[in-house]
């Protein structure tokens, strides 16, 4: 399986970016490629931008990337309870190319924050939508507390219940993917 992962953060010092890190390295077999969102950093989404220019090459190469893809594992960013300006601006382009954006892929969606709801506003919104721009949603988790429940130096989740749901919502990727 190809799996693509990557936050929808431009932070980097993401932990988000850690969290899907760590998450793709849990779906066994696998092939992985985790992306930066600073690699597809594109101008500010207008109508009246796409008349005059068209469509950037960035939002092209990303879509590409998905389409080479078997799933998708994106870790959510919340901004005052919504999407980065980052990946909401990267969504935006794609979906001008693209209207079903995440290409009939199987989606684990994940979010985090250092806040006791982890992100849970953005990974609702994120899941609610994903079916309307081809995503099929396997599975989504919301990791509460980041820097008390992942440790930083071993890189791993260490509240014992909150990896068995990671493990578990990482594997329905693989029950989503038949092996070749």
């Known amino acids: ?13 993401s932990i988000n970016k850690k969290l899907v890190t760590y998450a793709a390295g849990l779906v066994d ?3 992985v490629e ?13 109508i009246d931008r796409e008349a005059a220019s068209g469509h950037p090459e960035l939002a092209k190469a990303f879509l590409q990337k998905i389409a080479a893809s078997d799933a998708l594992l994106i870790s959510f960013a ?19 190319i693209e209207s079903k954006v995440f ?8 979010s985090t ?6 992100g849970a506003s953005v990974l609702a919104a994120a899941t609610g939508s994903a079916p309307f721009f081809g995503g099929h949603v396997k599975a989504s988790l919301s990791i509460p507390s980041f820097h008390d429940n ?6 791993v989740l260490k509240h014992e219940e909150l990896n ?14 038949p092996a070749a």
């Not at 985790?34 to 207008?46: A, I, R």
């Not at 924050?113 to 982890?118: E, V």
């Not at 992942?150 to 890189?155: A, M, Q, T």
């Open 29 to 31: 077999g696998a092939e």
């Open 113 to 118: 924050s250092p806040g006791a709801r982890g």
């Open 103 to 110: 290409q009939n892929k199987p989606l684990v969606l994940l």
């Open 150 to 155: 992942y440790d930083l130096e071993r890189g």
């Open 78 to 96: 919340e901004h005052n309870g919504s999407y980065s300006a980052a990946f909401k601006n990267l969504f935006d382009w794609c979906s001008r």
């Open 34 to 46: 985790v992306l930066d969102l600073n690699d597809y950093e594109m101008p500010l989404f207008s």
């Open 1 to 13: 399986m190809k799996l693509l992962a990557f936050a929808a953060s431009n932070s980097s010092k």
């Open 164 to 177: 068995s749901q990671l493990v578990k919502a990482v594997a329905a990727l693989t029950e989503a993917v």
